[in-house]
DNA sequence: AAAAATAAATTTTTT
DNA sequence: ATTTATTTTT
């Protein structure tokens, strides 16, 4: 048979060499991922294939072919992600490209948003509301409601937290209200038609007060490319290549979108069912799943050699996921070298746990790990709490991911509520949280003020100069006037957020937090520091609100950027990354798999096929017997997930 | 009637 | 720790 010779094209000596640098760079099948050129590509990747960094030679690729890079749309799960991504990008081009857009859908959905914004009933410094703004509102709209129930009914009527979910529910997948409460909460079916009354009030109010939630950022973007044919295409003419990475954790919505961009761009998704591990954020399986489907001349392209593992470890994953009857078929191979077999850790209690964990990170550090290269893994954050003080006695410097949030203490969010209302001033939930802040002012008061507001046309000003104005609490708004005037003028945010201390919020803070405002006055001073890096008041509100661990990152970059810690991490906030040595703690019956409400065993199981293939070498999960949470004594048993294991596959650890 | 003070409840995982 | 519900005070 005749040997094939493909003549090049002119330009392409220059892609011919970035070729055979790939070739070196990458296996077959990232090398066929990174090049191919089908319309529709999915690629299937099991942990550490390295489906991120074919992902970002792909996008490398596609600018050395001559794609100009604002044609190329790389959406990630975290806008960290994205940046590490662009980092990366940029060391292998040896070029930082310009105008690529990366970030998460709901981040690109925003920007979308904003410059459409008049289309879809809003100016464009909506608001975004995370979830305690949310909250907020939608309490006020429940409050309007039970007003006109009987104070029994009031009682019956479900819990707007539950309401919350079943609206979200609703809307990300892209049901009606009425098909989510008949197929998911058949009990709670009498109060469908209240359940929709809210939800549509709920939707004035957001109108009313320009403002779009989370939800939204998806589900209008959507709702902007269907009704404006004419903007869809720009968009895709646009993007000619969408690159989607984590794409087991997309929802209905984000498929569709995905979709509609694959009318008339490249589109190129990676992901693994196996780590499909946002269920409870409606993330739909049969994205991945179906993809094929819905593209039938997509390629699909499958990863399954690990290069992070050793085959003892991935032994045990493959194990593990195989136990899941809802997976597609997949067997890692590890290509690492025999290492230890991972550990399992039987302590008495909670103390014991962290003894033996810190023990251990210590013995690990002398034989010449990194601190960065270790970290802690746990289902739930209140999981790690003993273990926090532990490493804080032994002074091992340490950074936390996921759980309880820095933008979540009391002073952060009053001052960020005021940059909020600077920003937009028809924003009601960060006025329901500045206004009772101060003397004489309470709801019956906000109520009426915040109705004055909506029905002003530039609310500040009609603070300032006295045209709002409550019938009582003088001393208090005359605090909250001169607030306004002195914030209303300033360029910098920081210089807003000292204005917001100096001219009432320091005193309040003094009086609300007697005990600790010195530390709370230091830790805004150092947010005020931090947001010197940000343009304008918009991008820095959208990024703490889009993004919540941005803070932490910069908190050490101000003083050392590569400074050496250890990791803390939620299970969830680890996916995507790897280290030496991980630790999971609590596999215990009751807390992982979580003891709350129904359990979606599969689901969690996916969530310790995360948690254990993180680790490259050492591997080591800890199972307790004594719980003396909740002020009594409980005994528990190892995980189910443990106990599925056969044993050959770990070493059983007693401590002495 | 409204605000302030006090007591009780709530916390999986996250954009 | 912070939000929400309840009671007391103004």
């Known amino acids: 048979m005749a040997r094939k010779y493909q003549l090049s094209n002119v330009e392409s000596e220059e892609y011919s060499s970035w ?29 550490g294939s390295g489906k991120t960094r074919a992902l970002v030679y792909r996008a490398a690729s596609l600018i050395k072919k001559g794609v100009s890079p604002d044609n190329v749309l790389l959406m990630t799960f975290t806008n960290k992600a994205a940046e590490v991504m ?65 104070p029994e009914a009031q009682k019956l009527f479900v819990k707007r937290g539950f309401a919350g979910k079943v609206i979200s529910q609703s809307r990300n997948s892209g049901q009606s209200l009425n098909e989510v409460i008949d197929l998911y909460y058949e009990q709670y079916r009498e109060f469908s038609e209240l359940l929709q009354r809210a939800s549509e009030e709920y939707e004035e109010r957001k109108k009313e007060i320009n403002a779009f939630d989370f939800d939204d950022l998806l589900v209008r973007w959507l709702e902007l490319f269907k009704n404006y044919p004419e903007i869809r295409e720009m968009y895709q003419r646009r993007f000619s290549h969408v690159l989607v990475d984590e794409f087991q954790d997309t929802n209905i919505i984000q498929g569709k979108i995905i979709d509609i961009m694959a009318e008339k761009s490249n589109v190129c998704v990676v992901g693994d069912d196996a780590q499909s591990i946002y269920a409870f954020r ?22 399954e050699e690990n290069y992070r593992s050793t085959p003892e470890i991935v032994d045990m994953i493959n194990h593990v996921i195989s136990i899941n009857e809802g997976q597609l078929p997949k067997k890692l191979v590890s290509l690492k070298s025999s290492g230890e077999k ?111 507001i909506l029905k002003s046309q530039e609310p500040l000003n009609d603070i300032a100069n006295g045209k709002i104005m409550p019938s009582r609490g003088k001393q208090g708004w005359e605090t909250i006037q001169n607030t306004v005037i002195s914030i209303m003028n300033k360029e910098h945010i920081d210089a807003i957020i000292y204005a917001i201390l100096e001219s009432g919020y320091h005193e309040i803070m003094s009086k609300n937090f007697p005990d600790n405002w ?113 002020g009594t004594f409980f005994v528990t048993r190892p995980s189910v997930f443990l106990r599925e294991i056969p044993s050959e596959k770990y070493e059983l650890i007693q401590l002495e």
């Open 19 to 47: 070729l055979l640098k790939l070739e070196k760079e990458l296996n077959e099948s990232q090398f066929n991922f990174a090049t191919n050129e089908a319309a529709a590509i999915i690629g299937l990747a099991g942990p």
């Open 86 to 150: 662009k980092l990366r990008l940029k060391r292998f081009l040896g070029y930082q490209p310009e105008n690529m857009w990366a970030g998460t859908f709901h981040s690109i959905g925003a920007r979308i948003l904003r410059s459409h914004a008049q289309l879809m009933g809003r100016n464009s410094n909506f608001s975004i509301l995370d979830e305690d703004d949310r909250s907020v509102v939608l309490k006020h709209v429940f409050d309007q409601i039970k007003k006109d129930l009987s």
């Open 282 to 303: 409606f993330a739909e399986i049969g994205n991945i799943v179906q993809f094929p489907k819905r593209h039938p001349d997509c390629k699909i392209i499958k990863m």
């Open 518 to 630: 010195e530390e709370r006055l230091h830790s805004l001073e150092r947010l005020a520091s931090y947001s010197e890096k940000y343009q304008d008041l918009e991008t820095f509100l959208e990024a703490l609100s889009l993004e919540e661990t941005l803070f932490y990152e910069s908190e050490d970059e101000g003083e050392k950027g590569d400074r050496d810690f250890l990791t803390l991490s939620t299970i969830h906030s680890s996916k995507g990354k790897e280290w030496d040595a991980v630790f999971l703690l609590a596999a215990n019956e009751g807390q992982f798999p979580s003891g709350w409400g129904e359990v979606n065993m599969e689901e969690e199981r996916r969530l310790f096929y995360v948690a254990t293939s993180r680790a490259a070498k050492y591997l080591h999960i800890i199972t307790y017997t004594n719980d003396y949470r909740q």
């Open 342 to 452: 991972p550990w399992v850790v039987s302590a008495r209690d909670v103390y014991e746990e962290a003894a033996f964990v810190t023990q251990r990170i210590q013995e690990l550090y002398q034989k010449g790990l990194k601190l960065r290269d270790i970290a802690v893994l746990y289902r739930s954050s209140y999981l790690s709490q003993e273990l926090e003080l532990e490493i804080i006695k032994r002074r091992i410097p340490y950074r936390t991911f996921g759980g309880l949030k820095f933008m979540q203490k009391a002073h952060i969010k009053d001052v960020l509520a005021w940059m909020k209302v600077l920003y937009n001033s028809y924003d009601e939930a960060s006025w329901r949280r500045v206004i009772p802040l101060h003397p004489g002012l309470g709801k019956a008061a906000t109520d009426k003020i915040i109705a004055e």
